[in-house]
């Protein structure tokens, strides 16, 4: 019996200091929380910003009406920002964005010609033009376009080396060495082209997931494996 109240003693002193501890370590845990949401909620508003996107449609087959969907990467989905009728050609939407993401415009009620670009905050010009169309207003769709063009100008040649090849069958001058020579010319150009598109995909911004919306889908398999 005489050493249970020493033992009762030392028990309670140490139930004491950890429920100060405990106290201390609860109050400063609310501090965090608080901190942390005091923290979201600010980046939250200083990251929404106002966006404008015009896009202007020429030529005979206008569209009367377009929407504009921006691509929820993390769930794989299409959400719509919002549906505009054309005034003399002339579409416009407005509305806020928390960072640069992949955009597309339907015209109507076709789903199989969307034009992508990237939405980002601040007003945003398209100009579509029979063959042609022209972005302005962000690095971003520069960068898009600039990706555009040299895969064009690639595909371009490309077409031009298989029409000389069938010009050359057709008038029976056609031989094994330029056949050689033009299969092995596409074949350069092709992987040109493949490993254009890796290159973009890769760096992982918002034009290298329009890239890879669009047009990962024709890499092949040696090319796929490139991709991070």
């Given at each position: ?9 030392g ?11 405990k ?38 087959h ?161 090319h ?5």
């Open positions: 019996m005489g050493y249970t109240l020493p033992i009762a003693t028990m309670w002193q140490t139930f004491r200091t950890f429920a100060r501890m106290n201390v370590f609860l109050n400063f845990l609310a501090i965090l929380v608080f901190l942390a949401i005091s923290l979201v909620g600010c980046d939250n508003s200083s990251q929404l910003q106002e966006y404008t996107v015009t896009c202007t449609v020429q030529g005979q206008r569209p009367d009406s377009a929407t504009l969907l921006v691509l929820e990467e993390a769930y794989g989905k299409l959400r719509l920002c919002g549906t505009a009728h054309a005034v003399d050609g002339t579409f416009s939407f407005k509305g806020q964005t928390d960072r640069a993401r992949v955009a597309l415009i339907r015209w109507g009620n076709d789903s199989t010609r969307p034009f992508y670009f990237v939405l980002e905050g601040g007003r945003t010009g398209i100009t579509i033009k029979p063959g042609l169309w022209t972005i302005t207003g962000s690095r971003a769709n520069s960068d898009y376009l600039h990706y555009i063009n040299r895969r064009k100008a690639i595909m371009d040649e490309r077409v031009n080396v298989w029409q000389e090849y069938l010009k050359m069958a057709a008038d029976s001058s056609l031989k094994p060495a330029d056949e050689r020579r033009m299969v092995a010319r596409d074949s350069l150009l092709n992987d040109s082209l493949q490993r254009l598109t890796v290159e973009r995909i890769n760096r992982g911004d918002a034009v290298g997931r329009i890239v890879k919306e669009r047009y990962s889908h024709q890499l092949d398999t040696a796929t494996r490139l991709l991070k």
